[in-house]
C-alpha cells in the first residue's frame, strides 16, 4: 500500500505536466478560431436573406467539427442558406459521442463498469459534455448567430420537448432479441466488437445494443424534428454509416432531402471526400458517371499513375526485412499446393459494415469460408494483415484475431499462411512475386492491384464496384470458381488486363484526387498518419490567410463550396 502511494505521489508532476499541455493546447485552439473568425469576417458577407436550409450533423464532438460546421455556414449564407448545425451534448450512449461505452481489450466489455469516453483522450477529460456545450456557445455559437450564418442545435433540447418513450425502448429490445433489428443495429455492433457476429445469449452484446436501440430513437426523434420544420434543402454529414449518425441520413433520404457525406482524405493534405455515398461503399453515382463519361484529362492521368507506381514501388528494406523469411515459407509451401491465394482483409473496424457484406455475413466469415474453400481445394491461402492493424487501430481486435476465434488452429493449417500486421512484408511485391489470385474485401488494393498489372477478386461492396477493375462474383458458387481459375496468366484475366487496368487508373483518379476537395481546415498529410492519434490530427496548423478561404482568391475552396451548394435542392 505504501509503495502503490509512493507511485501515484511520483505521478503527480507527470500528471500536472500533461494537464498543463492540455490546457495550453486549448488555449492555442481558441487563439486559432478567434483568427477564422477575423479572416471570415473579411471574406465572406452573408446574405440578406437566408430563406433556405442546410444541416449538418456532427458525430463527434470535438472541438474541431463544430468549428468546420461554422466555417461552411458562413460561405453558404453568402448565397442565401441558414445553417443548423446538430450536436450531440451527451444524449448518445456510445460510440463517437461523449457517453461511449468502453476501451476494448481481450476481454468483453463490461458497460455498466465503465465511464470512460472512447477515443477521445484529454479532450473529454478537460471538456465533458455540459462543459463542450458551454464551450461551444462562448467561441461558435453566440459569433455564428451574430453574423446570422449558423445555429448550433443542441440533442438534449430536443429530448426535452420529445423525451423517448421508455416502453419504444423495451418493445424493440424484445424484437432484437428474437433477431429483428436495423442494419445500423447491426453495423454498429459490428464495427465495436470487432466484426464479430451478435449473438443474442451476450449479454454484453444485449447491452450494446440497448444502447443502440437508444442512439436510433434520438436519431428518429432529432430526424422528426429538424426534417420537418423549418424545410430542409440539403443534408450534410461526417461519413454516414453507423447506428449513431447512419440514421437521420437515411430518414434525409426518406423525404427525398438530398444529402452529402464527407470526410477526411488521407492521401491528400488538406482535402475532404465529398460524396452522396459513404466513402466506403460502392459510389456508381450520378457524380461517378459524369466523370466516367469524358475521357481522363491527361494531366489527371498522369498525376494518378505518379501516385499509383510511387505507392507499388520497391519498399525500403527496413520496411521490407520480414519479406524474404515470408518468401521462404511460400517457396517451400507452393510445390504442395496448386495455387496460391491471398486474402487482404481490411480493418475490422472499418470493415464491419453490413451494407458492404454482398457475399458473406461479414469480414470473417469470408475469411473462415475461403480457407475451408482452400483446404478442400489444394490452395494455400496468405492472409495479409492490414499494417495499421497494430498501430492507430490497435485497440480493436486484427482480421486474424477473430479469424483465429473462428478457427482455433489457424497456425497450425499446413495451407494457411497469416502474415501479422507488425511484419515488415510488402504487399505489392509479393503480389507480384507469388500470387496466382489476391483478394480483396475492400481497401485500396482493389484498384492498386489491377493498376499493377495483376488481377484482383473483389468479395464485398465496396468503392470500385461496378467500375471494371476486377472480377466481381455475383454469387458463392461464383467466387469459389474464381478462385480456382484466376491466374495472372489465365486467358478469361488476360482478355481483360488492358481494359481492367485502365478502369483501375479511371478509378483511382476519382477515388483519389477528382472526387477530393481542398479546404483549409483539413490536416496535412504529415499530421493525417497513424502515429497521430485521435483528434489532434484535426488541430494541426490550419491555412489561416485571406487567400486560402477566399473562394474568389482560391479556386479549390470554390470548388468545395459549390460542391455542397450544387446538391442542394
Known amino acids: 500500500m505504501i509503495k502503490r502511494a509512493a507511485q501515484q505521489i511520483l505521478r503527480i508532476p507527470e500528471r500536472l505536466c500533461a494537464h498543463w499541455a492540455t490546457h495550453q493546447n486549448v488555449r492555442e485552439q481558441e487563439r486559432r478560431i478567434h483568427q477564422l473568425q477575423s479572416i471570415l469576417e473579411q471574406t465572406a458577407t452573408p446574405s440578406s436573406t437566408t430563406s433556405k436550409t442546410i444541416v449538418i450533423g ?100 430536443i429530448l426535452s420537448r420529445r423525451p423517448l418513450d421508455p416502453a419504444e425502448h423495451a418493445w424493440r429490445l424484445g424484437q432484437a432479441r428474437q433477431g429483428h433489428f436495423s442494419d445500423v443495429f447491426l453495423s454498429s455492433h459490428r464495427r465495436f466488437h470487432g466484426g464479430r457476429d451478435l449473438d443474442l445469449e451476450n449479454q454484453d452484446h444485449l447491452e450494446y445494443g440497448a444502447l443502440s436501440i437508444k442512439n436510433e430513437m434520438i436519431s428518429e426523434t432529432v430526424a422528426h424534428e429538424i426534417f420537418q420544420t423549418p424545410s430542409t434543402h440539403l443534408y450534410i454529414t461526417l461519413d454516414g454509416i453507423y447506428t449513431t449518425f447512419g440514421v437521420l441520413r437515411n430518414k434525409a433520404s426518406d423525404q427525398k432531402i438530398p444529402n452529402l457525406i464527407f470526410q477526411p482524405n488521407g492521401f491528400t493534405s488538406r482535402h475532404l471526400y465529398i460524396g452522396e455515398k459513404p466513402y466506403a461503399l460502392s459510389d456508381v453515382t450520378p457524380h461517378w458517371e459524369q466523370f466516367a463519361s469524358h475521357p481522363l484529362p491527361d494531366e489527371l492521368a498522369q498525376h494518378t499513375r505518379d501516385f499509383l507506381n ?137 484498384v492498386e492491384i489491377p493498376f499493377m498489372p495483376f488481377p484482383v477478386v473483389i468479395a464485398s461492396g465496396s468503392p470500385y464496384n461496378g467500375k471494371g477493375v476486377g472480377f466481381e462474383p455475383c454469387n458463392r458458387d461464383d467466387y469459389f470458381n474464381l478462385l480456382a481459375t484466376v491466374t495472372p496468366n489465365a486467358p478469361l484475366y488476360l482478355e481483360r488486363r488492358e481494359s481492367m487496368r485502365d478502369h483501375a487508373l479511371k478509378a483511382a483518379a476519382y477515388q483519389f484526387f477528382f472526387n477530393s476537395y481542398y479546404c483549409p481546415l483539413m490536416p496535412t498529410l504529415a499530421t493525417f498518419q497513424p502515429s497521430v492519434r485521435g483528434h489532434d490530427r484535426y488541430w494541426s496548423p490550419w491555412d489561416l490567410s485571406r487567400d486560402s478561404l477566399d473562394p474568389g482568391r482560391n479556386a479549390g475552396w470554390k470548388r468545395t463550396i459549390d460542391r455542397f451548394l450544387e446538391s442542394a435542392r
Open 310 to 446: 510511387k505507392r507499388s514501388a520497391p519498399p525500403d528494406p527496413e520496411r521490407n526485412r520480414d519479406y524474404a523469411h515470408i518468401a521462404k515459407i511460400i517457396k517451400q509451401k507452393k510445390t504442395r499446393f496448386k495455387r496460391v491465394i491471398a486474402l487482404f482483409p481490411n480493418l475490422t473496424w472499418d470493415g464491419a459494415v453490413v451494407e458492404r457484406d454482398t457475399l458473406f455475413s461479414g469480414l470473417g466469415d469470408w475469411m473462415k469460408k475461403t480457407v475451408e474453400w482452400a483446404g478442400q481445394n489444394n490452395a494455400l491461402v496468405v492472409i495479409r494483415e492490414h499494417p495499421q492493424a497494430p498501430t492507430v487501430h490497435n485497440q480493436h481486435e486484427s482480421a486474424l484475431a477473430l479469424l483465429e476465434e473462428w478457427v482455433p488452429s489457424l497456425r497450425l493449417l499446413e495451407h494457411v499462411l497469416p502474415i501479422d500486421g507488425t511484419q515488415q512484408v510488402n504487399s505489392y511485391q509479393l503480389v507480384r512475386e507469388w500470387i496466382d489470385c489476391p483478394v480483396v474485401y475492400n481497401g485500396t488494393l482493389g
Open 58 to 157: 456532427l458525430v463527434r464532438l470535438d472541438r474541431f467539427f463544430p468549428t468546420f460546421a461554422m466555417t461552411l455556414s458562413r460561405f453558404f449564407a453568402q448565397k442565401g442558406y441558414r445553417t443548423r448545425v446538430l450536436i450531440d451534448d451527451g444524449q448518445m450512449g456510445h460510440w463517437d459521442m461523449w457517453r461511449a461505452g468502453a476501451q476494448r481489450d481481450d476481454q468483453l466489455v463490461r458497460f455498466r463498469q465503465q465511464a470512460a469516453t472512447l477515443h477521445l483522450g484529454d479532450v473529454a477529460r478537460i471538456h465533458p459534455p455540459p462543459a463542450m456545450r458551454g464551450w461551444i456557445e462562448k467561441h461558435l455559437g453566440r459569433w455564428a448567430s451574430n453574423q446570422s450564418a449558423c445555429e448550433y442545435v443542441f440533442y438534449s433540447d
